[in-house]
DNA sequence: ATAACCTTAC
């Protein structure tokens, strides 16, 4: 609770009508054009497995052979390429530096600008800003950047560091790197700031530069959402307040983001009024409207209002969306039960709406829930056929609720299959794992525990201190002290930056 | 990669 919330709530109630007057349009009696919405039911197309088997060529060699390995001439080398070789070694951060460092010095080959946008976003995300940093000044030198989404991307990394002023002072000087300061990037840097909670600090920014940049609705809308986001309702109704003073229109994102801001902070009869005054002023209500409403309502336990929102939307003529359909999914898995959840998948599929990732780790999770992991596993291999091909979260889940059912051996088998790829391990992966190699008490789990510790080292993960005196006690009382040892050795060799990272 | 809706974690 925070002093404005303690303030304002009561009187929220009453003055936040009057605030939907001051911030929605005026009413207009015209009657309402059914709007069709978009969605999105054309599929991606599929990637050449190429990068695939690069990227496995990669994840096999040592960094001696790799050079000789990526200078086969017939390796046609393309951006797109690069991009997704690097994707796909996003979860082994030390090897997709090791793969772009190599090709850098490939004398027939000059690495893209976003190829050195996903390497600096790599080497950020392992804490290695010299090397960020270095690639940020090469990338000059071959005037190919730095572009406005590199400082996006930098900054996202130190803010999520914990190094918010940092991100701020990189904004700042962003102009001395060759890159321009406009309302783009100044739009972008408050985002990053609100999206990682750091709203206090945006809205200071905001408020020191904002005579600077010639703000715009985005401008608002990202500060009010950022408020929204840390569930101070009354400070983005006060930024929204102040947005329409300053003579600039709210648009219907502005009303979507304050109606989540509603169902964030638990106050359904304020969204739901909010709501029917975006009807009746005949706000444009969109699919995210009425998605915001499904997710809200299902969520706060109230599925019925839920479903009936749902077929509402379908009775005024907006069709919903992927989104929509997970939204509603999840509810249903959650305070329903998985087989309506079921059903209303097989009902998106008969109208077209084509199943994302999302709609199959939803689901997943509902029948792993549900303890029926034999359906779980169906789905999984209806996604490979989907065109939609399991990733690490798909893995994760199944992994988890094999390990807490006690079958460790299936929760391992699944991380196998993923290390033979496709699909390479993440820091949640191995932090699952490693606790589930503690209930069988067994000492050679306990090793496994020890040799999953130094592989996620070893790609480019810090385990938490909890982990390292887990893994450690676990092995000394099993009488495991000479690969105890070697582990302490490691803990205290890694420190922010595993070494083994120059480049 | 300029904003809003859908997964995630003990």
Known sequence: MNIFTRILPKASQQTSHAFHFHILPPPKPRFPLPRQSHTSTVPELPSPPQDAAIAKLVLESDPE????????????????????????????????????????????????????????????????YRTAWTLLHRMRSLRCGPTPRTFAIIAERYVSAGKAHRAVKVFLSMHEHGCRQDLNSFNTILDVLCKSRRVEMAYSLFKMLRSRFKCDSVTYNVIANGWCLIKRTPMAMRVLKEMVERGIEPTLVTYNILLKGYFRTGQFQEAWNFFLEMKKRECEIDVVTYTTMVHGFGVGGE??????????????????????????????????????????????VRKGCVPNLTTYNVLIRGLCHSGDMERALELMARMEKDDCRPNVQTYNVVIRYFCDAGDIEKGLNMFEKMGDGSCLPNLDTYNILIGAMFVRKKSDDLVVAGKLLLEMIDRGFLPRKFTFNRVLNGLALTGNQDFAKEIMRMQSSCGRVPRHLKL
């Open 65 to 128: 052979s790799l050079s000789e390995v990526l200078s086969n001439p017939t390796l046609q080398w393309t951006p797109h390429l690069v991009d997704q070789v690097l994707k796909r070694l996003w979860n082994h951060g030390p090897k997709a530096l090791q793969f772009f460092k190599h090709l850098d010095c490939n004398p027939f080959y000059t690495h893209s600008a976003s190829s050195f946008d996903h390497a600096i976003d790599i080497a950020a995300r392992l804490r290695d």
């Open 303 to 348: 599925v019925k209002k839920s479903k009936r929102v749902f077929d509402m939307m379908v009775t005024e003529g907006v069709v919903p969306s992927v989104a929509t359909y997970n939204a509603l999914i999840q509810v249903l898995c959650k305070k329903d039960n998985v087989q309506n959840a079921a059903l209303v998948f097989a009902e998106m």
